[in-house]
């Protein structure tokens, strides 16, 4: 299954929302995940079963979608949400990774 | 709290071998799947491997399978993954991963710092 992610960087203004996209190549279902990596850092869950925020995650973080087509929602952005975000499909083998989209301040 | 801590990465030339470990600690460990992400330097992730709680279940990437090994010792809470005929494009930032439960339809929850591999004559 292949996994691609839209844009691959997507510009904004802080304080505003930012809608980042993911599609894959075969239904999986719900089992879709996003990761946000902060540079140096190891990447941190955030959604998991497409719409479930992670332990401590806060509720600016939505994720939606199943099947093939997912959404990943950030509200009123602030300096620490700008970075990269991956998604995950974890429901065939061999899970896969999209390729990233980068946030950042416009 | 959870704590993931890698280490086995260094230097390895083409064709070498290298025994990556992970030790766990903060939770009950073999109530877990377990996972290894790898992340190339400037590259997005990608997904190497990952063990069931019972180790049970194991499945591979399709650029590593044949060649990398991942195990368990759930008994001194260590993930290992055995890495042989290294090349050039497994030169990466290994992450040790904690799975949200036991079987392998998982995502990684709880991330390692990472220790690195580089395959170089």
């Known amino acids: 299954i292949v996994m691609t992610q839209s844009p691959a960087t997507l510009s904004v203004f802080p304080g505003e929302r930012a809608t980042l996209s993911c599609r894959a190549s075969?239904?999986?279902?719900?089992?879709l995940a996003w990761y946000q990596q902060k540079p140096g850092q190891a990447p941190r869950l955030l959604i998991y079963?497409?719409?479930t925020r992670a332990t401590g995650i806060p509720a600016k973080f939505s994720g939606s979608g199943s099947g093939t087509d997912f959404i990943l929602t950030i509200s009123s952005l602030q300096s620490e949400d700008f970075a990269i975000y991956y998604c995950q499909q974890y429901n065939n083998w061999p899970q896969a990774f999209g390729q990233g989209t980068r946030l950042e301040i416009k | 709290e959870v704590q993931l801590l890698e280490s086995g990465g260094g230097l390895v030339q083409p064709g070498g071998s290298l025994r990556l470990s992970c030790a766990a600690s903060g939770f009950t460990f073999n109530d877990y799947a377990m996972a290894w992400v790898r992340q190339a330097p400037g590259k997005g992730l990608e997904w190497v491997s990952i063990?069931?709680?019972?180790?049970?279940?194991?499945f591979y990437a399709d650029s590593v399978k044949g060649r990398f090994t991942i195990s368990r010792d759930n008994f001194n809470n260590m993930l290992f993954l055995q890495m042989s005929s290294l090349g050039a494009d497994d030169t990466a930032v290994y992450f040790c991963g904690k799975g949200r439960i036991w079987e392998v339809v998982t995502p990684v929850v709880n991330w390692g710092q990472g220790t690195l591999v580089t395959v170089s004559s």
């Open positions: 079963g497409a719409s």
């Open positions: 063990i069931s709680a019972s180790a049970g279940s194991t």
């Open positions: 075969q239904s999986v279902s719900s089992n």
